[in-house]
């Protein structure tokens, strides 16, 4: 630390969340939840075709509908100023209402708007298109042959291409992950409310207020400073929120033209056509290895799903360039357009997509080497960055993978699949490890201490339920030497100084390092005041000096010290699984990630972060699936009854452990990311323990019951 | 639900938008014109029959909310959890499926738990509704909502209004005796943020501190 604490006003548990009373009290407002005066109510109408035009839309039913202020379709919709092109690839996301081309099924044909939610969603019912069909294609497999290279994620070629085919122990195989839906509990929503022509207040979902800000001027060529977007709480977005969405611009087009707020709350179901998803993706990794395990090559190749109208692409191959020791390694990345809307990043993006094919494959090498997968790593372990060349920042992997091998019990393991039972049940034993990029962005934080001794803490980052405030107050409370209870933490507001948009595991190490550096001036400030002596009774101080507050605002980014470095946040997670020979019913006995992510600020919102994450990580190896009918082209399971997502019988007590070293580079706390670390790594890590118990080898996921008997 | 109907609803029958118009105008409209004929067969001519409508398809309701009585006019047609959230501005009960799948919107009505989002707001006429917001006694928090803070039971915090009302009634209905049965009994709260260990975890201390919930 750069500067000396003063003494430790946070409890060693980690603080409690600092919003924690409002969100257990139902006072946390979350964007559809504001009371604006004279609101009416948006309902979405969708495609029920999946490709072609629009031949016909009959509104004037909904229109003559009770309380129906307006139907808005293409139509009709007003102009939005900053749509200059229609859907190209790579324009952006789908522009909404601008033509009668359809390219997905459920893409919105009709935003209706009505005095009240039920009159809309019934007049929502009367809207009825007829369409020119034209044949979809929704069928990744079927159309893996029209991939591409997208601009974003050329080929990769370290050494000789595919050296693991002449590599005296080999392996290659084929892995499957279907699409998975973020789907957190917040519908996504917005309320639009003109203020003036050329001013407009949102409440909107969004996980940078920033960036919706920007987005929305630039639609409706507004000065950035006229559209104010509030958003203090957040209902879970795991990259749902990252961006824009068509529907956010519909809202904001629609209070347009009836001139009244619109409040927009999305279906279940359009949560699955309207903000994104992780791309149905197909891999092929092959392994090469000395009969001592070292790896002699990788070929990671991989296509994921894109919608027609958008190259969306993410890094699926990448964990294999970066993630072990091969003098040899080679990657493929194609993009398959499909009639689907576009994917989003989802909790560890490409990576966790990846790094399931990886390290399921690692898992197989182990076995055809009969070494250990954790020895097999550690023969494999990466001392230096093996794509730039540059040393890590800091990297405690290796402590890792003991912390939690000790913790699970991994010396019951048995090398031999399919050879541990208990009650009947085969018990298995699985390992996976993920690493992701550790981050540091520009963000600037005003630090105000009031007369009373109350510091307000303000950024316009939004929390999105990682604990961002909480890491916020807990920093500044060691900073400046005062109680947590004395801190106020404002986020998600596009008035506020800037910071970065809630994603990318940056946050921490952004974000908290502008509150160290705001601290740091502040104190500097009092120091000032005092003379240079050093107290910390801040109301003491502004009292004798006769003054109400004493504020900083200070901008804050990285170092040019740490282009010398490669920085990643790791991640290891041991799953012990039992699983039914009768019925193939897989349950998680135990689950232990371990993180390294530098030094932890706030260890007890750190440690749910990490739970959290591998239990989207289970959900992904045993249950989530979003099935299209391709007959249709449409989602048969766009619902939290058919879409399973792990419940509470599904999840033992997940266990978090951290390395708690900090990184000496990225930020002054030593902290580096680690909300998609969670995530990285243990669909692997499940399915490995699957073949552990069984020697039924899954390759496509989730990892259901009638796969394994 | 109440014998007592407020008013007369609409038949059972499923009605299109065409034909519901129709009925409309041939019995409520009807009704209407027979008791004030001049007004109403003019609003009829200026389209005004779906607002004459509007106020005849309301019934009025009676409820108690977290202790405070309200006597309102609503549609048939609108749930326990749109009326509290749009209408009584209770937004602390969350929409996050609105077809009982997800427990967001979990409220006790007559202290038993309920999906608010399966229940019409007529179908709760002359019963107690207790929300999130009329959990705690003024400042003083109830032992869950204290145990969610503590465990750290959440991290959005979208769910968890519905996890705790759910957590709350399941230890009154003696389904907290084991992290198994809880597990269990918990399961129609989903919670994306992956909370569960830590929901347990609080469910049990509360359990097993004895205090009333």
Redesign the interface.
């Known amino acids: 630390m750069e500067s000396k604490i003063l003494n430790k006003p946070i409890p060693e548990e980690g603080l409690?969340?600092v919003?924690?009373?409002?969100?257990?009290?139902?006072?946390?407002?979350?964007s559809?939840?504001y009371?604006v005066k004279g609101v009416c109510y948006g309902v979405m109408v969708g495609s029920t075709i999946t490709k072609g035009n629009i031949k016909s839309i009959e509104t004037k039913?909904?229109e003559?509908?009770?309380?129906v202020l307006a139907v808005i379709t293409y139509l009709n919709c007003p102009n939005i100023p900053g749509y200059h092109t229609d859907n190209q690839p790579d324009k952006g996301p789908l522009k909404i209402f601008i033509d009668d081309k359809i390219y997905f099924n459920g893409q919105p044909i009709a935003l209706v708007i009505a005095d009240?939610?039920?009159r809309a969603l019934?007049a929502a019912?009367?809207v009825k298109a007829d369409y020119t069909k034209d044949q979809h294609q929704t069928d990744l497999k079927a159309n893996l042959s029209s991939g591409f290279s997208p601009s974003k994620a050329k080929d990769y070629l370290r050494g000789q291409e595919d050296a693991y085919k002449l590599a005296p122990v080999k392996i290659e195989h084929e892995y499957t992950l279907p699409t998975e839906v973020?789907?957190?509990?917040?519908?996504h929503a917005i309320i639009a409310c003109w203020d003036a022509d050329d001013k407009i207040t949102v409440w909107d979902k969004t996980q940078g207020v920033k960036s919706t800000q920007r987005v929305i001027a630039q639609a409706f060529k507004l000065p950035p400073e006229n559209v104010q977007v509030t958003a203090p709480?957040?209902?879970?977005?795991?990259g749902a929120a990252l961006r824009t969405w068509p529907h956010e611009i519909a809202a904001v087009a629609a209070a347009k033209l009836v001139k009244r707020p619109v409040k927009l709350?999305l279906?279940?179901a359009d949560m699955f056509t309207s903000v994104g998803y992780r791309p149905h993706t197909w891999q092929k990794v092959g392994l090469g290895a000395t009969a001592d395990g070292k790896l002699v090559g990788i070929t990671h190749e991989a296509s994921g799903q894109t919608s027609v109208y958008e190259n969306f692409t993410e890094g699926v191959v990448n964990i294999s360039q970066l993630m072990y020791a091969s003098p040899n390694v080679n990657t493929r990345y194609r993009i398959v357009p499909l009639n689907v809307n576009t994917p989003t990043p989802m909790r560890g993006p490409g990576e966790a997509t990846g790094a399931y094919a990886l390290e399921s494959a690692m898992d197989e090498l182990s076995y055809a080497l009969n070494i250990d997968p954790i020895e097999l790593r550690i023969r494999n372990h990466a001392d230096s960055d093996p794509l730039s060349g540059k040393p890590y920042s800091s990297k405690f992997l290796k402590e890792a993978y003991q912390l939690g091998a000790d913790k699970i019990g991994w010396s019951e393991r048995s090398q031999k699949p399919g050879s541990l039972t208990k009650d009947g049940w085969l018990v298995g034993y699985g390992m996976g490890a993920g690493m992701f990029g550790a981050y540091r962005s520009n963000a600037t934080v005003t630090a105000r201490l009031m007369a009373d001794g109350t510091l307000f803490l303000q950024t316009s980052v939004t929390d999105?339920?990682?604990?961002t405030g909480t890491a916020m107050a807990s920093i500044a409370a060691e900073s400046m030497g005062i109680s947590p209870e004395k801190i106020r933490v404002e986020l998600g507001d596009s008035a506020l100084p800037p910071s970065p948009t809630q994603g990318g595991s940056q946050v921490t190490s952004t974000v908290g390092a502008a509150v160290f550096d705001a601290c740091k001036e502040l104190k500097d400030k009092f120091r000032q005041l005092d003379g240079g002596a050093d107290s910390t009774d801040y109301t003491a101080l502004l009292q004798k000096n006769k003054l109400q507050k004493l504020e900083v605002t200070t901008a804050s980014k990285g170092s040019a010290a740490m282009n010398n470095y490669a920085a990643f946040s790791w991640s290891v997670h041991f799953i012990q699984v039992y699983v039914n020979p009768n019925t193939g019913v897989v349950k998680v006995n135990k689950a232990i990630s371990v993180a390294d992510a530098g030094h932890i600020v706030s260890p007890?919102?750190a440690?749910?972060?990490i739970?959290?994450?591998?239990?989207?990580g289970i959900g992904m190896a045993l249950m989530e699936e979003a099935v299209i009918d391709h007959r249709y082209g449409r989602l048969v399971n766009n619902?939290?009854?058919d879409y399973h997502?792990?419940?509470?019988?599904d999840?033992?007590?997940?266990e978090a452990l951290f390395v708690n070293k900090p990184d000496p580079y990225l930020n002054p706390m030593g902290a580096k990311g680690m909300g998609e670390i969670a995530t990285i790594g243990v669909a692997a890590a499940v399915a490995n323990a699957v073949y552990n118990a069984t020697g039924k080898r899954i390759r496509e996921l989730p990892i259901t019951p009638d796969k394994l008997i | 639900m109440s014998d007592k109907k407020p008013c007369k609803s609409p038949d059972n029958e499923v009605l299109s938008g065409e034909s519901r118009r129709e009925f409309l105008k041939k019995s409520t409209l009807l009704t209407a014109i027979a008791l004030t004929p001049g007004v109403a067969v003019k609003a009829a001519e200026g389209q005004w029959d779906e607002k004459l409508a509007g106020v005849f398809e309301k019934m009025l309701l009676h409820v108690e909310v977290n202790g405070v009585k309200h006597s309102l006019m609503v549609e048939p047609r609108v749930t326990l959890l749109d009326l509290l959230r749009e209408q009584l501005d209770l937004t602390g009960t969350k929409k996050g499926c609105d077809h009982g799948q997800c427990g967001a919107c979990t409220v006790h009505v007559d202290g038993h738990r309920v999906n608010s989002c399966l229940t019409l707001g007529v179908m709760v006429n002359d019963k107690k509704i207790t929300t999130i917001e009329g959990l705690a006694k003024g400042d003083q928090l109830h032992p869950m909502q204290e145990a969610f803070l503590k465990h750290d039971g959440f991290q959005c915090g979208y769910c968890t209004p519905g996890q705790i009302m759910s957590a709350v009634a399941c230890i009154r209905e003696g389904h907290a005796n084991s992290e198994g049965e809880i597990r269990e009994y918990m399961s129609g709260n989903i919670c994306r943020c992956g909370a569960y260990p830590n929901i347990v975890n609080a469910i049990q201390e509360v359990k097993d501190g004895g205090q009333t919930v």
Not at chain 1, 19 to 30: E, F, I, M, P, S
Not at chain 1, 64 to 67: F, M
Not at chain 1, 611 to 616: D, L, N, P, Q, R
Not at chain 1, 645 to 649: F, G
């Open positions: 409690s969340r919003d924690g009373r409002l969100k257990v009290t139902g006072k946390a407002k979350y559809a939840e009371d039913t909904a003559r509908a009770p309380g009240t939610y039920e019934f019912s009367l973020h789907n957190p509990m917040e519908l709480f957040v209902g879970g977005a795991f709350v279906s279940r999105i339920g990682p604990g007890k919102t440690a749910s972060q739970k959290g994450g591998s239990i989207m619902n939290f009854a997502m792990p419940v509470q019988a999840i033992p007590q997940v």
